[in-house]
């Protein structure tokens, strides 16, 4: 199979790349970015993977490249969150009308699907949306829930919820003003709320898909939003190990570099392995994503991407953060930092356990309808 990127593709990857080095942090914790959503919105990015009538190109493979970049640079924004999750979410819905305004970045969206002790499951919903005729004798739609865990909402008009009704699980756009957010900062600094939806009152055109259909929009949403996590997961690993070389070239013991010690040597070939392991099910989910016709080949694909990233970056983290010695750990120094980030995407949209026991029952779901077909 062919890799080798278009000349588009590696336009997209130059101009992030020479937007993050513009970004140079000169804290080495990173600083956000939620200040740079206009020049998001001008340099094209929030239509990524958006159609052409909105002004939208590329796909799972060019959020990958940018993602990867974003990554190596510790950029903090809300991307995946409100430009991945919600974006892939508005296209499947056909809500051009709102897509059209989060490509321009004129209108962001952030998602709020988990509930106390859902674990990951989009499916475990106790928020409930009532129908209720109104005096105009159009219908409204009353939601009365609480959402954890809400990503990015700190920075959004517009909260895409999700609710049971009669009829399934539905999707809404509430206004972010009508409930009631409780902001927190996540272990590296990244905005996070819980939400509190007591009886918001919103009309018929705040349906994001059809009644009932909200489950199956936000499950492909989600795993959009995981193999974007799966490629900053990439740029992540690549600095920290990148970090370790030139460190333990520089630093001496017994009179020599560390790096020509046999041991630390093979720890850095391991290193390098992992990464390359985790760039292949990166790859393989962008390419899943891309030709997602069946919707358990789709959660097999991410969720066996999740499950390496995980185990990769726990692996590359923890011997960086080793190799490095006192100075991994300490505030100055940039390693620390990334292993931090990695440690909150190896449990962002599900935990390794969580993607080990979709896959498992995406295998079972194969071998079941193969069974059928034969029999």
């Known amino acids: 199979m062919d890799f080798t990127l278009s000349p588009e593709q590696l336009l997209i990857k130059d101009s992030v790349a020479s937007f993050v080095l513009r970004q140079a942090q000169d804290k080495p914790g990173g600083r ?11 340099l094209g990015w929030l239509a990524l993977g ?12 060019e959020t990958l490249l940018l993602m990867e970049q974003f990554g190596r640079g510790l950029v903090r924004s809300g991307y995946v969150a409100q430009v991945v999750l919600a974006g892939t979410i508005l296209r499947d819905a056909n809500r051009v009308d709102r897509l059209q305004r ?7 969206f952030a998602v709020a699907y988990e509930e106390p002790a ?13 129908l209720e005729a109104a005096a105009s004798g159009h219908g409204e739609y009353t939601i009365t829930g609480s959402k954890v865990r809400v990503l990015d909402a700190g920075t959004a008009d517009t909260l895409i919820v999700s609710a049971r009704t009669d009829d399934g699980i539905t999707l809404f756009a509430v206004p972010a003003a ?35 259909g909200g489950l199956a929009l936000l499950e492909r949403g989600i795993d959009h939003a995981t193999g974007a996590l799966c490629a900053e997961a990439l740029g992540l690993m690549s600095v920290m190990l990148e970090a370790t070389v030139d460190y333990t070239k520089q630093r001496q013991q017994f009179g020599v570099p560390i790096a020509s010690f046999q041991a630390l040597q093979h720890r850095m070939a391991e290193m390098f392995i992992e990464l390359e392991l985790a760039r292949s099910m990166a790859y393989l989910a962008a390419m899943t994503l891309t030709e997602e016709n069946d919707p358990v080949a789709r959660r097999r694909g991410i969720s066996a991407a999740k499950v390496q990233i995980a185990k990769s970056g726990r692996f590359v983290g923890q011997n960086a953060i080793q190799l ?6 300490s505030e100055e120094y940039k390693v620390g930092h990334y ?3 990695m440690t909150l995407v190896e449990r962002l949209l599900g935990d390794a356990d969580f993607h080990l026991r979709r896959f498992l029952a995406s295998r079972r779901a194969t071998a079941a309808a193969e069974l059928v077909a034969v029999g």
């Not at 956000?32 to 001008?42: K, M, R, S, V």
């Not at 002004?55 to 493979?61: E, Q, V």
């Not at 989060?102 to 962001?108: P, Q």
């Open 32 to 42: 956000a970015a939620n200040d740079n959503w206009p020049t998001f919105a001008e």
């Open 50 to 61: 958006a159609p052409e009538d909105v002004g939208g190109f590329g796909g799972p493979l």
């Open 102 to 108: 989060l490509a321009e970045g004129d209108e962001r």
């Open 118 to 130: 859902a674990r990951y499951d989009a499916a475990r919903v106790a928020t409930t949306a009532s």
């Open 178 to 212: 009508s409930t009631q957010r409780t902001p927190y900062a996540a272990e590296d600094g990244s905005d996070v709320a819980d939400v509190r939806l007591d009886g918001v009152r919103v009309g018929a055109d705040a349906l994001i898909g059809e009644v009932g």
């Open 324 to 329: 490095h010695g006192g100075i991994g750990m």
């Open 339 to 341: 292993f931090k980030r």
